[in-house]
Structures are given as C-alpha cells and as structure tokens.
C-alpha cells in the first residue's frame, strides 16, 4: 500500500497558534476548512492533490489543534484575520505564494486572502463560498442569525454566573467559542467591489443550484471578481464535495492544469 509522508507542526502566528499538516512536493496549495470544521475534511483530496503539489492544511483559529493567544480570545473575529492567520503560517513555513483552496467558511477566507495579498496568491479555488452574509439563502441566514443572539444572550449570561460560581468557567468558554463560531456566519465576510476587484489570481468558483448560498450571489461574484470562472453544478447541494469527490476533483485538477501552465 502506497504510503503518504507527512510534516505536521503548530505554528506561533500574532494572534494564534495554528496548528498545521503538510504532505507531498511542488507548488504550496494550502487548504482552508468550513466553519466548526478541522482539516480532517479533504482527507480525501490531500491523498490526491499531494501526488502533484505540497499540500498543507491547517485548523483555523479557535478550530480543531488551533488556539487563540488569551490576548486575543475574548473578542469575536472575521474571515479577514483568519486570512491574515494563514499568511503568517505560511510565513513560518517561509512560503512567499501558494493556490489557496476553501470550502465554505474557507473559500470565504481563501477569497480574503487572494484581495489581502494578490502577490502571494497563484489560484483560488473556493467552493461554496459567499463575499456577504446576505449571500446565503433565506432560511440559512435567519437560522445563523437566531443562532448568534441566542448565544450572545447565553453567553451574557453565564457571565454573571461565573461571578458568583467560577466552576462555570467552562461552559461560560465552550457558550463563547460557538458564539464566536456563529458570528463568523452572521457578520463575515464583507467584502466590497474594490476588495474583490483587488484579487488579480486565476479563481474557480464551484457552487450548486441547491447550496446554501444564493445562485445569483455566486453569479455576482463571478462577476466582480476580474479573473474568475464560476462551475454551476446541477442539483449539488452545499457539501456535494464531499459525496462527489472524484467528480469534483477532476474539474479542480483541469483548472490548476490550466492556471498554472
């Protein structure tokens, strides 16, 4: 059986310890998980992806391995900072440009970064991805939404509980890690015109009829993003990746082939 050799490591990034894993040799493609995820998820497309590129994941900020530094964890943070996480990853690995690829949460970081540092970017590839929250469907963004007051208001709770009983201290950090999970989903990314007209890389954007981001928002961004191409697939719904792999890794592998002829 064909073995994979792997590096992994925790990285000490301004704001956070990133916790890291790479495997294979080329070009740097870093891959970048979905909200309340873990790297874990592009098991698959590491396996594959590393025959060609050096892969590297990570777990974003306040996910999986990852730590906030305590100077930092008490405040909520946008897909910005965690775009800026992952350059300074990449500067520990003294890696100067690399294709981003995100799914989710991630293509939205992915996206971040490519308008953050268009010199350090060499593709991207962002799947079910949004540059505004209003990007999501209806009953989604009404969902988040919900979701984040009800833990505000949990988590301002617990507050004052700790006051008076300290051994709540650990729900009061669990309740403020998911608030500052949801907040992601209900106030990021926002990302203007100019913002998205500074990202100067190749990027494939991969949505389905049936995600949880509104079709016309992933057109609108295949409009406003000058170097973009938009795959539409049929039916797919918002993790059809990851039940469609092989189908979904063809169209990523034909667009990298091209990009970076």
Known sequence: METMTCRQGMADTPQAWIYYKESGAGIPVLMLHGNAETHLIFDYYEKKLSMKYRVILMDSRAHGRSRIK???AGSEFTTADM???AAALLDVLRIQSC????FSDGANIALEYASLF???TRAVIAISGNVSP???ILPVRAFCVGKYFCLKAATSLFRGICKKNPAASCILSCLFRHQQLASLLCNSPIMSREQLENVQAPVLLIAGTRDLVKVSHSRLMARLIPRAQLVLI????HTSMFGRKAFYLKIIHDFLDKSQA
């Open 70 to 72: 305590p100077e930092y």
């Open 83 to 85: 775009a800026k996480d």
């Open 99 to 102: 294709i981003l690829f995100g």
């Open 118 to 120: 268009p010199d350090r």
């Open 134 to 136: 209003d990007g999501l």
């Open 234 to 237: 049929k039916g797919a719904t």
